[in-house]
T-cell receptor, first 114, second 111 residues
Framework: DVKVTQSSRYLVKRTGEKVFLECVQD?????MFWYRQDPGLGLRLIYF???????EKGDIPEGYSVSREKKERFSLILESASTNQTSMYLC?????????????FGSGTQLSVL | QKEVEQNSGPLSVPEGAIASLNCTYS??????FFWYRQYSGKSPELIMS????GDKEDGRFTAQLNKASQYVSLLIRDSQPSDSATYLC???????????FGRGTSLIVHP
C-alpha cells in the first residue's frame, strides 16, 4: 500500500523563522503536490512537481518555495514564516502513468505561526 | 482560473435517507473527477472516481457526471452517522493534469 509520510503532525513556529515541511512517499511516484487547507477554503495548491528537480507554481506560491532533489522527497519551505501561513498542509503523490489516478495524501501537518 | 464549486453546507439528513452532494466545474477540458471524504482532522480519502458521462455505482455510493452541464454529483444511499464528514469534489484538467478541488460540502447524518 502506498504510504505518504509527512515528518510532523503538529508544528509551532515563530514569525520570521525559516520552516521546512518534509514529505516522503515510498511508491516511486513521479508527481508530488503541496496543498494548504483552511476552513471554508478547501484545498489550495501551493506547488507541484512532475518529477525530480522539476517544480511548478500552483495557485498560491507566494511566501513558499520547494525542493525535489530525490524522487521520494518533496520539501516545502517557508522562507520567513508569517501568521497568515498558519494552516493545515497536505502533501500528496500520484504516478505519472495515469492522470486519472487518485492522489495519495499524507496525514497532514498543522502549522501554527505565532 | 479553473474553478470547482460546491455548496459548503452543512447538509443535514436523517439516518437512512439519501444524501445528494453536488459540484460544478468551469474547465470544459476537465476529463476526470473525484469525490474524496475527509473526516475532521484527517486527510482526504477517495470515495469515487468517474470519467464518462452517466452513473457509476459502488455500494451505497453513486457518482453522476454530466459533461454538457459541467456537473458532478455524489449520492449516498442509506446514509449512516459514520458518513458525517466533509466531501471534496476534484476535477483534473486534460491539459495540465492538475487536480482542482472545491471547498467541500459538510454532511451531517443524524440518528
Amino acid at each position: 500500500d502506498v504510504k505518504v509520510t509527512q515528518s510532523s503532525r503538529y508544528l509551532v513556529k515563530r514569525t520570521g523563522e525559516k520552516v521546512f515541511l518534509e514529505c516522503v512517499q515510498d511508491m516511486d511516484h513521479e508527481n508530488m503536490f503541496w496543498y494548504r487547507q483552511d476552513p471554508g477554503l478547501g484545498l489550495r495548491l501551493i506547488y507541484f512537481s512532475y518529477d525530480v528537480k522539476m517544480k511548478e507554481k500552483g495557485d498560491i506560491p507566494e511566501g513558499y518555495s520547494v525542493s525535489r532533489e530525490k524522487k521520494e522527497r518533496f520539501s516545502l519551505i517557508l522562507e520567513s514564516a508569517s501568521t497568515n501561513q498558519t494552516s493545515m498542509y497536505l502533501c500528496a503523490s500520484r504516478p505519472w502513468t495515469d492522470l486519472n489516478e487518485k492522489l495519495f495524501f499524507g496525514s497532514g501537518t498543522q502549522l501554527s505561526v505565532l | 482560473q479553473k474553478e470547482v464549486e460546491q455548496n459548503s453546507g452543512p447538509l443535514s439528513v436523517p439516518e437512512g435517507a439519501i444524501a445528494s452532494l453536488n459540484c460544478t466545474y468551469s474547465d470544459r477540458v476537465s476529463q476526470s473527477f473525484f469525490w474524496y471524504r475527509q473526516y475532521s482532522g484527517k486527510s482526504p480519502e477517495l470515495i469515487m472516481s468517474i470519467y464518462s458521462n452517466g452513473d457509476k455505482e459502488d455500494g451505497r455510493f453513486t457518482a453522476q457526471l454530466n459533461k454538457a452541464s459541467q456537473y458532478v454529483s455524489l449520492l449516498i444511499r442509506d446514509s449512516q452517522p459514520s458518513d458525517s464528514a466533509t466531501y471534496l469534489c476534484a476535477a483534473v484538467s486534460g491539459g495540465s493534469y492538475i487536480p482542482t478541488f472545491g471547498r467541500g460540502t459538510s454532511l451531517i447524518v443524524h440518528p
